[in-house]
Structures are given as structure tokens and as C-alpha cells.
């Protein structure tokens, strides 16, 4: 039967680990903001609560969220669509944009999810390496991706960090003209520059967002995109189903994008702190630290790894331990938190 071969054919592909909770863990492996007031997040979240009434289905709250992303962003309104999570947004575009044999040209490594959908849907992905340093030769990406039906820039990457420069990301859109380009932002809070503006004037490249990182709402699940008016308008209308988004979460988005302001704060301080944890950990003897323009910091532990990875586990500190990344030896990404859970972890690392 032709179910039972999908299914057998699915069943062999990637799972997703939910990373396991270890109460009253320092939690620096999912890139989530503890540098965001978690007495902060529950008055928004109480406020809203006070004002929904969830036994209607949001109606306004969406055209409403879409108005303050639009600010946030620098875009027109009608060029702002909104998900459950950026990873359901993602999910959308895979499964109507895009179909079985379908090609998609990623750079690695990145975001694990995108690889695993693309192939959950039977989606062809051509890998293309980044260097030695995990920057990214556009020449020979773009020879790469003029092949492809849809192209997946993650930026600030996860897990290396960097954010493609400006100007490399901007040719490499410009070389692609009849491919869709699929940027990842979810770190761009973090990071330099967006280009959200841009996608809201070409035809082909979408802008994922992401309110789970900065904004510190991963457990309320709103992602969103930036994209051209007509594209923003069939995913609104057509793609996107009608109530993605739980009216409690929509307004829980709303209130703290009012606050972004003392959210910008917290971005600044985490940009500080990234700094510091990096140039602390670069005078650690046998580890090497990437450039990162995200809320994390990606690291080449090498013969150390174990020895590190043992010392953060005894004192509770759970980063995400990847091993050997594209021949290199010892890897782990960890979040950037708040000052004292950072030095926390820069004090077991000194100690190995
Ligand atoms: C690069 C990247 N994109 C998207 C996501 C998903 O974010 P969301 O919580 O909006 O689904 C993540 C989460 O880790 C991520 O790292």
C-alpha cells in the first residue's frame, strides 16, 4: 500500500529530541532570552489575559499584530504575515511553494529543521559547505542555487552565528532573481542590519521572523514574514490557515511589541554580554571562538569537549553539545543569558 512505504520512508528520517528540562538548570541551549525579566513577560501576559475573551476567535487581533510588526520592521502592513512560530510559517511555504523533487539549495551547516522538513516532504536539498572559518563563498553558492527551485539563507546562522555581510547577501539576491529566497532571520534582532525592507520590494524573497528569540515569547509561538504585498497577501488569504494564532498569544505579541523599547534594552545588553563571554572564552587555551552576530555563541572545543561538557553538567549548566561539526572537533553552542548565568559558565569552563 502507498501509505505504508510513505510512512515506512518517513519513519527512517531525522526526528526531532525535544531537549529534556532539568528543573532549576541554567538553561543556555535553545537561544531563548533569560536576559528578558520573566516577571517582565508575566504582567504582559497577564494583562492580556485580562483583556481577550477566548471564547471568540480572534478576529481583529491578527490584522492588529500585523500594524506593530510592520513598524517594527519598517514595512508596509499588507507586506507582514504571521504564524505559529517561524517553524510553521517554514512548514507553509515547503508544503505550497515547493513540492516533491522540488530543489532547495542550503548552505551547511544550519537549521537542522529546514533540512529535515525539505526532506519530510521529499524536497531535494543540495548542501554546499561553508569555509573553514563558516563563512559563506557566494560565487560558489549562487553557481549552486541557480539550479534550485527555492534557496534558504539562514542569517545570523544557527548554530555558527554570523550573519552573511550585507553587501554578499544583497548580490546574492540579486543573482537569483527567478528563485524564491527563503532568509531566515530569527536572530536578526541581534545582529546588524535586516532585510526585511528589501523583501517587501521584490518579488521573490521572503524575510521569516521570529518573536521566540529577542522578544522572549518562545512559548507563545508567533513567528511572522516580510514579504511583497501580493505574496503576504495570497499566504494571508490562502496559505495560512485562518486562526493560526491563539488570541491570547496575538495579544501577549501586541503588548510587548508596545514595549519594545525595554526589549531593545535587553538586546543591547545581550550584545554586550556576547562580547565579553567571547573574548573571555578566546583566552581559554584549546578553544576557538566564532564570530557570532546572534544570541549565541558557537564554539570549537575540541580535546577539551568532554572534559567541558562533564563540568557543565555537574553544575547544571545545559548547553547544546554538537560534536564534530564539518570536521571539527568539540563543538557546542551556547546562548548568551543574563551576566550571571554567562560568567556561571565561563567559570566552569576556565576551570577544566
Ligand atoms: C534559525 C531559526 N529559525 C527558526 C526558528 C524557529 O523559531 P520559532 O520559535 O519562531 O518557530 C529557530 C528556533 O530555534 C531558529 O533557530
Redesign the pocket.
Known sequence: MRFSRELSRISKLDRYVRPEKIEGAIKLD??ENFALDKDFITAVAKSAARRVDLREYPIDELEGLYAKLAKYAGVPQECVSV????????ELLLTTLAQKGSRATVFVP??S??INRCELHGILVDRVPLDSNFELDAAVFVKRARRADLVYL?S????TGGQIPRRTAEAIIDELDDTLVLV????ADFAGYSLAKIAARRHNVIV??????AFGL?GA???YMVTNERMAGVFNSTIQSPYPVSTLSLAIAASVLERSAHVKKTIEAVRRERERVAKRLSEVKGIKVYRSDANFLFIEAGRKYHAIAEALAKKEIVVKLLGNVAGHPGCMRVTIGTRRTNSRFLQCVESV
Open positions: 535553545s537561544n504564524g505559529s512560530g517561524s517553524d510553521q510559517i517554514i544550519t537549521f529543521y529546514f539562514c545570523p546562522n544557527n548554530p531566515d532571520e530569527a536572530y521569516l521572523r521570529t518573536l521566540s528569540k518562545a509561538r508567533v513567528g
